[in-house]
């Protein structure tokens, strides 16, 4: 019986040891596609929507070491999430919403740009380590309330540090985690040719 105790107490502790390494290493990129469509399922209660989450496109970063990016591309909405070299964890994730000129209140555009906005709440929410979808909501009025204050904002939220600006009719938050390796640097695809040396001109 006390073999079994203390076989059960190592798994347990094993457990937690994996649970606190997955929290001190980031958001997993699965979880924050659950908490995107839960988030989503909360805004269309509380806000009569009918929103549907929106499928990232998955490419290689192309630096030969695993990382990959999740990026949705558009004149108004755009996400690009960067993961660390397992293609699991995010490394950063940045969301930009831009609001058309010349949009009149009430105009299809109009229309077009508040679905938007309520996405790029789903994907702000669904950075934050909070356990529901109105927990996580806490997020967009620190965010909205700081940039309405001054523009900008900064949070700390776990191993991930928020900026968020606001200039010109465009909304940018960036989520950048504090343990993350070092991004490489692009290799070139050939040896430059050195320019070569202009010769003198010749004297008359």
């Not at 209660?45 to 490419?59: E, G, Q, S, V």
């Not at 397992?86 to 109009?110: F, N, R, W």
Request: proline fraction near 6%; hydrophobic fraction near 40%; charged fraction near 20%.
């Amino acid at each position: 019986m006390r073999k079994w105790l203390i076989l059960w107490l190592c798994i347990m502790l094993l457990a937690a040891g994996t649970a606190h390494a997955e929290t001190v290493s980031g958001l997993r990129y699965d979880m924050f596609l659950e908490n995107y469509a839960d988030n989503l399922d909360f805004i269309n209660d509380n806000a009569n929507r009918h929103l549907l989450p929106l499928i990232p496109a998955k490419r290689d970063a192309g630096w030969g070491d695993g990382r990959l990016f999740y990026e949705i591309f558009g004149d108004v909405l755009s996400l690009t999430i960067q993961t660390d070299i397992t293609g699991k964890v995010i490394e950063s994730c940045v969301i930009t919403l831009t609001a058309p000129p010349d949009m009149s209140y009430g105009s299809t555009i109009h229309r077009d740009f508040t679905t938007s906005g309520y996405q790029s709440y789903g994907m702000l929410m669904a950075m934050s380590p909070a356990a529901t979808a109105l927990e996580r909501y806490q997020l967009v009025v620190e965010v909205e309330n700081g940039l309405a204050a001054s523009n900008v904002f900064h949070k700390q939220i776990g191993v991930y540090s928020l900026d968020a600006a606001s200039l010109d009719g465009t909304v940018s938050m960036t989520f950048t985690n504090s343990t993350a390796m070092p991004t490489p640097s692009p290799v070139p695809s050939e040896t430059p040719v050195p320019e070569a040396t202009p010769e003198p001109e010749k004297q008359e």
